[in-house]
C-alpha cells in the first residue's frame, strides 16, 4: 500500500498522486508526516510519497530527517536521498554536480572574507551571486562590479542575508500583478510580509558564513527546463524577465516542441543517469559554444507550470505527442520493484 502525506497545497503533487490512484484503483491511505507515530502509521504500507515544500517551516525542520530514516528502513520513499538530500541547496549541488563531472556554470563558494576578497580582485564581473536556497529567481541578483561584490562579502561575513527578501517578493508579485499573471491578493499579501515575515523565515535564520557566485553566462534570453521521471522527459522554455537576466518564475514559458533544442534533453537523461534519481528538473542555458551549460536542479516543481506541455521523448528520443501524467509516473515508479 502506498501511503500520501495529507497536505494538499494547489501546487503540490499529493492530490495528484490521490486522483491517480482512485482512478487506476491502487491502494493508497492517507498519513500525516507531521504526527509523532507516523512510522507506525506506516507499519502496513510499502511506500511513502512526500511532496515536502522547502519554504514551509516544519518541512524544513523535519522532511529530509523523515524520509532518509525511513529509506534506510528500507521502506520505499519518494523524494528519496538520491532525488532530494541536494534540494534547494545550491552549495551541496555544486559539490555534487562537480564531483560527478557534470557540465556545469562555473560556481564558487567562500567560506572566509579575505579568499573571498581576493578572488574579487582577480577575476571579471559580473557575476551571478546567490543564496543557496530559493526558488523563482528569489535570492538572485546580477553583481557588476568589485565594488559591489565586496559589500556582499560584508554583509556575508557580518549579519548575513535573510532567506525571505520582503521587497524582492513585493516587486515580483506586483510585477506578475501587472502582468496579468497573479491577483491583486498576492500584492496584498506581499505587503503584509515586508512587515511580518513568513515563519520559515525566521526557522531558517539568516543566511551567514559563506558567499556563492555564478559565472554569468551572457546571451541567452531565456533557461530550459527538462524534468526526468522513470525513462521520460518533458520540458519547457522560460523567458527571461522584461530588462533581466533571470528566467525561472518569470511567468513567461513557451511549450512547442520547437522552443526546446533536443541537446537539453539528451543531457538531462545523461545527468540522471549519474544522480540515480527519481525525479530531478534541471535548468540549462547555452554556453558561448551553443552547448548545454546546468545551472541548478530541484526534485520539486510548481505543478501548475506543466500542464500545456505538448508531449514527453522516451530514453531513445523517441518524441511521445499529446497529454501525458508525469505524477502518474511517480506512483508508477514506486510501485515497481527496488528504488
Same mark, same amino acid.
Given at each position: 500500500?502506498?501511503?500520501?502525506? *495529507? ?11 490521490? *486522483? ?31 511532496? !515536502? !515544500? ?10 529530509? @530527517? ?6 534506510? /528502513? ?28 557534470? =557540465? ?9 572574507? +579575505? ?10 564581473? @559580473? ?42 517578493? $513585493? ?38 558564513? !559563506?558567499?556563492?557566485?555564478?559565472? $554569468? ?6 533557461? #530550459?527546463?527538462?524534468?526526468? #521521471? =522513470?525513462?521520460?522527459?518533458? %520540458? ?8 533581466? $537576466?533571470?528566467? /525561472?518564475?518569470? %511567468?513567461?514559458?513557451? !511549450?512547442?516542441?520547437? /522552443?526546446? =533544442? ?13 544522480? +540515480? ?5 534541471? =535548468? ?20 501548475? %507550470?506543466?500542464?500545456?506541455?505538448? %508531449? ?13 501524467? @508525469? ?13
Amino acid at each position: 500500500m502506498i501511503a500520501i502525506h *495529507n497536505e494538499l497545497r494547489n501546487s503540490s503533487f499529493q492530490y495528484l498522486w490521490i *486522483n491517480y490512484c482512485k482512478e487506476n484503483n491502487i491502494p493508497f491511505k492517507l498519513v500525516n508526516c507531521y504526527d509523532s507515530d507516523i512510522v507506525e502509521q506506516l507499519a502496513d504500507c510499502n511506500c511513502l510519497m512526500w511532496h !515536502y !515544500y522547502h519554504a514551509d517551516p516544519k518541512d524544513a525542520v523535519m522532511a529530509k @530527517p523523515l524520509l532518509f530514516s525511513l529509506e534506510q /528502513s528500507g521502506l520505499k520513499v519518494f523524494p528519496n536521498f538520491n532525488t532530494a538530500w541536494h534540494f534547494d541547496d545550491k552549495v551541496g549541488q555544486k559539490y555534487l554536480l562537480e564531483a560527478l563531472n557534470i =557540465d556545469l556554470v562555473k560556481t564558487w563558494v567562500f567560506y572566509d572574507s +579575505k579568499s573571498a576578497k581576493k578572488w574579487i580582485q582577480e577575476t571579471n564581473f @559580473p557575476k551571478v551571486f546567490k543564496l543557496r536556497g530559493g526558488a523563482g529567481s528569489q535570492n538572485v541578483q546580477l553583481v557588476r562590479t568589485k565594488t559591489a561584490a565586496n559589500k556582499l562579502v560584508k554583509k556575508a561575513f557580518g549579519k548575513g542575508f535573510p532567506a525571505y527578501d520582503g521587497w524582492e517578493s $513585493f516587486n515580483e508579485r506586483f510585477r506578475k500583478w501587472r502582468l496579468g499573471k497573479a491577483d491583486f491578493k498576492e500584492v496584498i499579501k506581499g505587503t503584509v510580509r515586508l512587515v511580518k515575515p513568513p515563519r520559515y523565515a525566521q526557522v531558517m535564520g539568516n543566511e551567514v558564513n !559563506y558567499l556563492y557566485f555564478q559565472e $554569468f553566462i551572457p546571451n541567452n534570453d531565456s533557461d #530550459i527546463r527538462i524534468i526526468v #521521471i =522513470d525513462g521520460k522527459a518533458f %520540458g519547457i522554455k522560460r523567458m527571461n524577465r522584461e530588462n533581466d $537576466f533571470r528566467a /525561472s518564475g518569470s %511567468g513567461f514559458i513557451l !511549450y512547442d516542441k520547437d /522552443s526546446i =533544442d533536443e541537446i537539453f534533453v539528451k543531457a538531462a537523461f545523461d545527468i540522471h543517469d549519474k544522480l +540515480k534519481a527519481q525525479c530531478i528538473a534541471y =535548468d540549462f542555458v547555452y554556453d558561448e559554444h551553443k552547448k548545454p551549460l546546468l545551472i541548478e536542479i530541484s526534485f520539486g516543481f510548481a505543478n501548475g %507550470g506543466y500542464n500545456d506541455c505538448v %508531449g514527453y521523448w522516451d530514453e531513445k528520443m523517441t518524441w511521445h505527442e499529446g497529454k501525458f501524467n @508525469p505524477y502518474g509516473w511517480m506512483v508508477e515508479l514506486m510501485l515497481k520493484n527496488g528504488n
